[in-house]
T-cell receptor, first 109, second 115 residues
Framework: EDKVVQSPLSLVVHEGDTVTLNCSYE??????LLWYKQEKKAPTFLFML????IEKKSGRLSSILDKKELFSILNITATQTGDSAVYLC?????????FGKGTRLHILP | DAGVIQSPRHEVTEMGQEVTLRCKPI?????LFWYRQTMMRGLELLIY????????DSGMPEDRFSAKMPNASFSTLKIQPSEPRDSAVYFC?????????????FGPGTRLTVL
């Protein structure tokens, strides 16, 4: 069964909208949760989260982790067409890393 | 900075053939990771090396897959014999420290199609 589950699987919104992407996990020996953005090529790193309740922010993107409820959200405000991509969540546990299947986000102009 | 270099970028082969994928990590990085990405299974870690030594190969699907890192600047992932279900994009990534995933830099990937 999947240890890292992302939702929704896909999302289509208009430019300027705000979106929230979800990632839930179920692992032991949790170390960190990571968000990546994947356009047509390779994933690029966005955030690493290790502590609950501390928001990480980079421009219009922000993310927060809830280690009690075992989930994280990635928010994108004032979306632009360049935000269209697959957003991947990964969980590092023990000495392993597991990726979710991603959320495909499409921003309409 | 050339980034992580992978070759070939695309490979089309017939079932049963041997396939060798190549990766040159970023100079100075001491960890290297091989991933496979498919629509069905997403991105999966196959194996990673630290200082040229394989640390975790539990993600390698079966004996048909093997990976080597003979030196700090080169790694190969070999599939022999290849099967249609091996069709995927194979990514190589490198990291400047001992496997901290947030510092991984991904290569452009090799798209493998096995007919």
């Amino acid at each position: 069964e999947d240890k890292v589950v992302q939702s929704p699987l896909s999302l289509v919104v208009h430019e300027g909208d705000t979106v929230t992407l979800n990632c839930s996990y179920e692992v032991t020996n949790f170390r960190s949760l990571l968000w990546y953005k994947q356009e047509k090529k390779a994933p690029t790193f966005l955030f690493m989260l290790t502590s609950s309740g501390i928001e990480k922010k980079s421009g219009r993107l922000s993310s927060i982790l809830d280690k009690k409820e075992l989930f994280s959200i990635l928010n994108i405000t004032a979306t632009q067409t360049g935000d269209s991509a697959v957003y991947l969540c990964a969980v590092e546990w023990g000495d392993k890393i597991i990726f979710g299947k991603g959320t495909r986000l499409h921003i309409l102009p | 900075d050339a980034g992580v270099i992978q070759s070939p970028r695309h490979e089309v082969t017939e079932m049963g053939q041997e396939v060798t994928l190549r990766c040159k990590p970023i100079s100075g990085h001491n960890s290297l990771f091989w991933y496979r990405q498919t629509m069905m299974r997403g991105l999966e870690l196959l194996i990673y090396f630290n200082n040229n030594v394989p640390i975790d190969d539990s993600g390698m699907p079966e004996d048909r897959f093997s990976a080597k890192m003979p030196n700090a600047s080169f790694s190969t992932l070999k599939i022999q014999p290849s099967e249609p279900r091996d069709s995927a994009v194979y990514f190589c990534a490198s990291s400047p420290s001992s496997g901290r995933p947030n510092e991984q830099f991904f290569g452009p990937g090799t798209r493998l199609t096995v007919l």
